[in-house]
């Protein structure tokens, strides 16, 4: 069974320190993995990685892919109080007709 | 361009009762996918049709749980005779292609069901 861990599972920092959020998985033959942020209504969709080590920069958000090592990093830097969110990590594999593995998701609040 | 669409946002049932939740996806997208979150836990893939065609409904329940997707009109969502454990966000989501990696799934708001 696939299997998609996100940690740390909650997060409290301060308003513009830099935050690391991870996300392991196993999967039978991987796709990609897709980072989505929720806040109170949908997860919106943040980044799409299928290669490894090339880094998807939107803002202050980044994040990488390491398929050897079979996890990726979300990158938040000069975090803000609009930050304060789930974010999800979701695995997409070639044969699961498209559906979506996801992690249990990391809290983030950011205080001012 | 008006995204994922769901309705109703909540909805409160009494157990015994049926619940259908809609859900229209982005404009030009013929992918449809179900996810329910329980409280405190992820988001749990339900099931995955096209136009009239259920794809993969593997993360469905087999009783009391139905899905379709009409030539016409939104996705529905079915849940008879609901229970205490129905209670949850049910999210829908479309995607223009199933098979292009290029191609990632955009989330509606939601339909938050409470059954009491």
């Known amino acids: 069974e696939d299997k998609v861990v996100q940690s740390p599972l909650s997060l409290v920092v301060h308003e513009g320190d830099t935050v690391t959020l991870n996300c392991s998985y196993e999967v039978t033959n991987f796709r990609s993995l897709l980072w989505y942020k929720q806040e109170k209504k949908a997860p919106t969709f943040l980044f799409m990685l299928?290669?490894?080590?090339i880094e998807k920069k939107s803002g202050r958000l980044s994040s990488i892919l390491d398929k050897k090592e079979l996890f990726s990093i979300l990158n938040i830097t000069a975090t803000q109080t609009g930050d304060s969110a789930i974010y999800l990590c979701a695995v997409l594999r070639e044969t699961s007709g498209s559906r979506l593995t996801f992690g249990e998701g990391t809290q983030l609040t950011v205080n001012p | 361009n008006a995204g994922v669409m769901q309705n109703p946002r909540h909805l409160v049932r009494r157990r015994g009762q049926e619940a259908r939740l809609r859900c229209s996806p982005m404009k030009g997208h013929s992918h449809v996918y179900w996810y329910r979150q329980l409280p405190e836990e992820g988001l749990k893939f339900m099931v995955y049709?096209?136009?009239?065609?259920?794809?993969?409904e593997s993360g469905m329940p087999k009783e009391r749980f139905s899905a379709e997707f009409p030539k016409e009109g939104p996705s529905i969502l079915r849940i008879q005779q609901v229970v205490r454990g129905d209670s949850a966000a049910y999210f829908c989501?479309?995607?223009?292609?199933?098979?292009?990696?290029?191609?990632?799934?955009?989330f509606g708001p939601g339909t938050r069901l409470l059954v009491l």
């Open positions: 989501a479309s995607s223009l292609s199933g098979t292009t990696t290029r191609e990632t799934q955009y």
């Open positions: 299928t290669s490894s080590g």
């Open positions: 049709l096209q136009k009239e065609n259920i794809i993969d």
